[in-house]
């Protein structure tokens, strides 16, 4: 596991979901490699999504899962952003193995673009499964504005039908969410990471399920979407990838938000022994060019095991 930076770290989602101290994250968002069988590939990244078959890549999943779960305090929330090959596997499997925890939704994000198969309905959307943990969880019901037909023909109560309900609320987002484009090729928000997600989704999720000052973590950061959405959210961030490119991209995109980063592996940097918030180890191997630090954690304890596997 190397350390990029405070906030980014360089390594394994299963490795460091392990060293994370107990109940320290208030929200995991997680949108790994969904096997797609092939290498994904962009201008400034790529990274391999093999297939090894539905109940294989699930497994590996609620592995990381499972190992983070610890760290995630009460009241917190885990997302698993999957789409329609391992997504009912994980289901199954998350709903037995995580220990207290509840799937409250299964957010299914609707998109357009990309290739259209001639033989099935082209698969347009993916599922966000939102796992919260014990009875008392955080949820901020965010609003939209009702379409603009609803708006001219006005809309009432339909327990009261004649009491009209006010427009200017707007209507609560339910679970299913159409409102939001993929990263296309002309979005300004787009780096050229393969897989990048939209700002708009981030922001939505992270406002919804968590409070101004919390942890964000993500096991499976990318180019960095989860992260920045936090910081400007106000929520301080931890991004994991296994990925050098990524580490690289996330570390640019994040130098305007260094302030937000969660600084957890620094802290026990240069004792080779627990210390710190984190109770991690670390060592300092090398710096990179850009000046951000990069450490290894061959020393690295961890105060509990890896969750059990599936
Ligand atoms: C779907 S992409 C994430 C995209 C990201 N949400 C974004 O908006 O840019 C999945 C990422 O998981 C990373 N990855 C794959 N296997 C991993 C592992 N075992 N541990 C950590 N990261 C891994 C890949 O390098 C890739 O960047």
């Given amino acids: 596991m190397d350390w990029i930076g405070p906030g980014i770290w360089q390594g394994d989602a299963l490795e460091a979901a392990s060293l994370l101290p107990l109940d320290s994250i208030d929200l995991a968002y997680l949108d790994p490699p969904f096997g797609t069988g092939r290498t994904r590939s962009g201008p400034l990244g790529r990274y391999p999504d093999g297939w090894q078959g539905a109940m294989a890549h699930a497994s590996w999943l609620v592995r990381c899962c499972v190992g983070l779960w610890p760290a995630l305090r009460e009241g917190g929330t885990l997302w698993l952003h999957l789409d329609a090959r391992t997504v009912h596997h994980a289901r199954v499997l998350l709903d037995d193995q995580l220990a207290g925890g509840t799937c409250r939704n299964e957010v299914v994000w609707c998109y357009n673009g990309g290739g259209l198969p001639k033989r099935d309905f082209p698969r347009k959307h993916d599922v966000l499964l939102r796992y919260v943990k014990g009875k008392d969880w955080t949820f901020h019901p965010a609003r939209q504005p009702y379409k603009a037909n609803t708006q001219a023909v006005g809309r009432h109560s339909s327990r009261a039908r004649r009491v009209a309900i006010d427009l200017g609320r707007g209507t609560p987002h339910t679970d299913w969410w159409t409102d939001i484009p993929t990263v296309t090729g002309w979005a300004p928000e787009r780096l050229g990471y393969p897989t990048q997600k939209p700002l708009q989704l981030l922001e939505r999720l992270i406002a919804a399920t968590s409070n101004p000052g919390d942890r964000v973590v993500d096991l499976f950061m990318g180019s960095g979407t989860t992260l920045e959405a936090a910081a400007r959210l106000g929520r301080c961030y931890l991004g994991v990838d296994a990925s050098a490119a990524a580490c690289d991209l996330a570390a640019r995109r994040l130098r305007p938000w260094q302030a937000a980063a969660w600084p957890v592996a620094l802290e026990g940097v240069g004792t080779g022994q627990a ?36």
């Fill in 275 to 310: 210390g710190g918030t984190a109770e991690v180890g670390a060592q300092v191997t090398s710096r990179r060019r850009s000046g951000v630090t990069k450490l290894s954690t061959k020393a690295a304890t961890s105060k509990r095991p890896i969750g059990k596997s599936v």
